[in-house]
């Protein structure tokens, strides 16, 4: 029934999805020059001894050379090489910290706090931005400034940068974030404007769950979604991460509390995929036809 399911089935929510391959994206230069209005990118990465991906990390944001970055690390206090790679690259870097905080949450707030760009984004000490991504998004930024937030399609790594998955994901739905938040947080870009009118912090007191609550605070605050036709960037899945090693104690119940202060009602798991299901049967439709232009050009 495996082969069943990747025939027909949904891939949103898989990870390992085929056998390890050489990672291989073409996309267009997205030129910048002379492009107005390009706007400062802010960017935080929170890390934990995380040090054998940083580097990783640190040069998939760096090595695109978008002019206006903004690009800063806040380590947990690391006791791995974490620190040594941060001191490498001091001078690449708006600026790098570490001490002890409660968590990502923490982490993160701190970070945002000693930025000033007008986009905002994270991205995990584990995960990567895939190349030109931060120009097409500078761009598309300057050229749609009634949009507020953006994401785009995923890829899936393992330990050694081979790919193992992709995400396609159909337009954005307003409504299945009421259920469920399938937005792939390292392809996630948003305005600080929207970034204040939702509170201006991620919620300390969630762990899994920070960034969907975050996402339904920007809805509530009138946002204008954009999901994106571009892979814009990679999540590692690898044996230690949290996302998979705290799944079943944190991560389900912090969604079924989010889901349970949205609708003021606790939310059953049969209703909960009820009302995702139009959203994973459009996911369907897209993943197929990307893979059909895939064997049609290659």
Not at 27 to 51: A, K, M, W
Not at 220 to 232: I, M
Request: charged share 25%.
């Amino acid at each position: 029934m495996q082969w069943l399911r990747r025939a027909c089935g949904p891939w949103l929510g898989i990870h390992q999805q085929y056998r390890p391959r050489p990672l291989r994206l073409c996309y267009p230069r997205q030129e910048v020059d002379g492009v107005t209005g390009l706007p400062v990118i802010s960017i935080v990465t929170p890390s934990f001894n995380q040090g054998r991906f940083l580097r990783r990390t640190i040069r998939s944001v760096i090595d695109q050379h978008y002019p206006f970055l903004e690009y800063v690390v806040q380590d947990g206090g690391s006791t791995d090489e974490s620190i040594a790679i941060l001191e490498a690259y001091a001078t690449r870097l708006s600026s790098w910290k570490s001490a002890e905080d409660s968590g990502q949450a923490d982490a993160l707030n701190r970070g945002f706090r000693r930025t000033n760009g007008d986009i905002m984004a994270y991205l995990n000490s584990d995960d990567m931005l895939l190349p030109g991504a931060l120009s097409y998004i500078g761009r598309f930024f300057a050229e749609h400034p009634d949009v507020d937030v953006i994401y785009g399609h995923r890829l899936v790594v393992d330990e050694s940068d081979a790919e193992v998955g992709r995400w396609v994901l159909p337009p954005h739905s307003n409504s299945v974030f009421l259920w469920n938040n399938y937005v792939p947080q390292e392809t996630l870009f948003w305005r600080r404007r929207i970034w204040e009118a939702a509170g201006g912090a991620f919620d300390e007191s969630l762990h899994y769950a920070l960034d969907w609550d975050l996402l339904l605070r920007f809805q509530s605050a009138g946002a204008r979604f954009v999901r994106l036709p571009r892979f814009l960037g990679a999540f590692r899945i690898h044996a230690s991460q949290k996302s998979s090693a705290r799944l079943a104690d944190l991560g389900f119940p912090e969604m079924n509390a989010v889901r349970r202060h949205r609708h003021g009602r606790r939310v059953g798991a049969f209703e909960s995929r009820l009302r995702v299901l139009p959203f994973l049967l459009r996911h369907v439709l897209c993943q197929r036809l990307y893979q059909l232009k895939l064997l049609r050009y290659g």
